[in-house]
């Protein structure tokens, strides 16, 4: 190999460590898992504050039997000046998801705190979800509610936590408050992949930054998403994002851009009732949205399978290559990536070794972005609960 060829070598084989170095001090340290990251809930049954003001959760529901009771009762159960009031939308469910919603309701006493109304069938340009939670909106304002919290049918919170949130918004005046609940990690595909989902969240969208009325980052955790009516006003509604798949996101893009503060959070208690037994299903779970999440642009998708590659698998092809300069390099940028993502790990109290296996996992994430790109193509993108709402529209090129 020529001198030239040999220093060439070298500095791309330094790239990984360089990319590690700066995700590791300079990306709003991302990585760190820490208290401040999420509120601590209150014990049941504690006072809350009444400037917290009236909360009505919008719950969309489709097919959502086997969660939506305790998704209810959680909701139901929170200690709020004054109660909670909690809107189902049930999106043409065909499993009994209303009649479970208010089953759950009355076994809790709290019947008159429940409304579920019978979801019309999505608007031209609007995604189901949207359009399920804009009817629930449209219901909510008749209460005049000071807070709307929009969760998943699925989500059981923690006593408290949505006073703790609500209390949070008013104590920093944050029109946006979201948290990423914490997801099962029963099953070894979930072990293996629902911690880096997290982590490459976080990557793409750093707590610190979000919070950062200088930083143009926006992100939110559709799970759990508490806004001021008058915020989301002033971001032009629901009616704004109707058409976006990752609606999560494009909300918080829509209210930080308009003045509006926000902030993102981790839930240590409250969490998802969402079970993924297979890496077919997780895999099904992230291929929905990636290619959306590339603005259906090939051109992204190589520089991210790029960047990927040169982020979280050339550190162990380098040990590899067994010229010593590139060992110590990957070997390096290995051990700074194992560091980084180390803390996720622990917070979702799994085994330390599970943070070794990152870039086997990025691989996985590649190749399910690869078939989100394939599915968009076909016409089957976004597809969810018998839904394909990531359509190319008429016109725009395929593969």
Not at 317 to 343: N, S
Not at 356 to 364: G, R, W
Request: with cysteine; proline share 6%.
């Amino acid at each position: 190999m020529s001198v030239d060829a040999v220093i060439l070598f070298q500095a791309a084989a330094a790239v990984p460590l360089a990319i590690w170095l700066y995700l590791l001090l300079a990306r709003g340290g991302f990585w760190r898992v820490a208290p401040a990251l999420g509120p601590q809930s209150p014990r049941a049954g504690a006072a809350v504050s009444p400037q917290v003001g009236r909360v009505v959760a919008v719950v969309p529901a489709r097919n959502e039997v086997e969660g939506i009771g305790k998704a209810v009762s959680s909701l139901l159960a929170q200690t709020l000046a004054p109660p909670i009031h909690v809107i189902v939308v049930d999106d043409g469910s065909t499993d009994g998801t209303a009649e479970a919603a208010r089953r759950a309701a009355e076994d809790c006493g709290a019947g008159a705190q429940l409304t579920v109304l019978r979801g019309t069938p999505p608007a031209a340009g609007w995604t189901g979800k949207l359009w399920a939670m804009s009817q629930g909106v449209a219901a909510a304002a008749a209460m005049d509610p000071d807070f709307l919290l929009f969760t998943d049918a699925d989500i059981e919170y923690a006593a408290g936590e949505v006073a703790a949130l609500a209390g949070k918004a008013e104590a920093e005046r944050l029109d946006l408050v979201s948290l990423m609940v914490r997801l099962s990690t029963a099953s070894l595909a979930e072990r293996c992949l629902i911690p880096a989902f997290v982590f490459f969240f976080f990557e793409l969208y750093p707590p610190a930054w979000i919070a950062s009325s200088g930083s143009p980052v926006a992100g939110a955790a559709g799970g759990c998403m508490l806004i001021r009516p008058a915020a989301l006003a002033r971001a032009g509604g629901l009616a704004a994002i109707r058409g976006q798949i990752i609606d999560d996101c494009a909300l918080a893009r829509a209210v930080k851009s308009s003045g509006g503060r926000i902030w993102l959070g981790l839930a240590r208690r409250t969490r998802s009732l969402r079970l993924y037994g297979s890496f077919a299903q997780l895999g099904a779970m992230i291929s929905r949205t990636a290619f959306n999440q590339l603005r259906h642009s090939y051109l992204l998708l190589a520089a991210t399978l790029l960047g990927l590659l040169a982020t979280y698998l050339a550190p162990p092809l380098l040990l590899l290559t067994r010229r010593p300069e590139a060992v110590a390099l990957g070997a390096a940028a290995w051990m700074l990536m194992t560091v980084c993502y180390l803390p996720m790990v622990r917070f979702h109290r799994i085994a330390a070794a599970y943070a070794l296996l990152l870039p086997a996992v990025a691989l996985f994430y590649a190749a399910a972005t690869v078939h989100s790109a394939i599915q968009y193509a076909a016409g089957r993108g976004g597809r969810w609960k018998g839904r394909a709402q990531d359509v190319r529209s008429a016109g725009e090129p395929g593969v």
